[in-house]
Each structure stands twice: as structure tokens, then as C-alpha cells.
């Protein structure tokens, strides 16, 4: 599956789920399903390092220039953690029970696909707990 079809998921596409509230209020460049990133993908795919490495390096410096004083973390918990990358990885790293909020969408657009083996008869078998979101 390329990744470009996760942001046309209609059940985790986030910017649907208003998981990226923040991004798609403050600013114009959208993270999940960048095409610049999408395109950087297709030529390291393709055996184009180069092409592809001088591509990311446009997203990510797009990003930097987007994001140097905006929210860019999608999570809504209550965590003191909020933005803050390194740390945040840090302790799911550390904790290594489940990923950072950000990366759901993308897993979750993965696992449905999985999920339809079974005819996604594992809901029948999984709540998802209670969070303590911001307002
Ligand atoms: S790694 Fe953590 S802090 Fe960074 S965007 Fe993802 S959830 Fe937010």
C-alpha cells in the first residue's frame, strides 16, 4: 500500500477527525500526506536517493519555516509533554507499550487494513480506554 492512500481513509484520515485541528487552523502546509514527502518517497522507492533526499530536505525545511513558532503536535491528551518531540518519543520509547499520539492515524489506516482479514470482527472484541483530552 503506498502510503498516500492513509490521508484518503475516510474512517483515520485526521484532518477529518479534527486530530489536526491545530495544524489545519494555524497554518497552510499540511504534515500527514505531504505531497512534497509523498513525492521524496516515490524516488527513494524508485532507487533515486539523491532526487528523493534533496525533496525531504525541502519538506523539512518548509516545515521548520511553517512550524518555527506554531503548534504542530496533533495530540489532544493532557501532557506536559505537548510539542515536544524528543521527549515525548523518548518515553514511549521507554515505555514501549504503545507509539506517540501522531503516528495513530497512520498505524491505525495499517491495522484496518489487517483488520479486514477477519471481516474486522476484532471490534467485537476491543474498547478503546478513556483519554483526558485538552479542551
Ligand atoms: S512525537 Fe509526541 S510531541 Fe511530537 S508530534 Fe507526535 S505526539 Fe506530538
Do not use: W
Request: proline share 4%; net charge positive.
Amino acid at each position: 500500500m503506498k502510503y498516500k492512500d492513509v490521508t484518503k481513509c475516510n474512517i483515520i484520515n485526521p484532518i477529518q477527525m479534527g486530530t489536526d485541528a491545530v495544524s489545519r487552523k494555524a497554518a497552510s502546509m499540511i504534515i500527514e500526506g505531504n505531497e512534497k514527502e509523498l513525492a521524496a518517497m516515490e524516488q527513494f522507492h524508485k532507487g533515486n536517493r539523491e532526487e528523493g533526499q534533496r525533496l525531504q530536505e525541502e519538506f523539512a525545511s518548509a516545515f521548520r519555516e511553517e512550524y518555527k513558532d506554531k503548534d504542530h503536535c496533533p495530540c489532544k491528551k493532557i501532557c506536559r509533554y505537548h510539542g515536544n518531540c524528543k521527549e515525548c518519543v523518548a518515553i514511549h520509547r521507554a515505555h514501549q507499550e504503545h507509539v506517540p499520539n501522531c503516528m495513530r492515524p497512520m498505524l491505525n489506516a495499517k491495522i484496518k487494513i489487517l483488520s479486514g482479514l477477519t471481516e474486522h470482527t476484532i471490534a467485537n472484541e476491543i474498547e478503546p480506554p478513556h483519554e483526558n483530552l485538552r479542551k
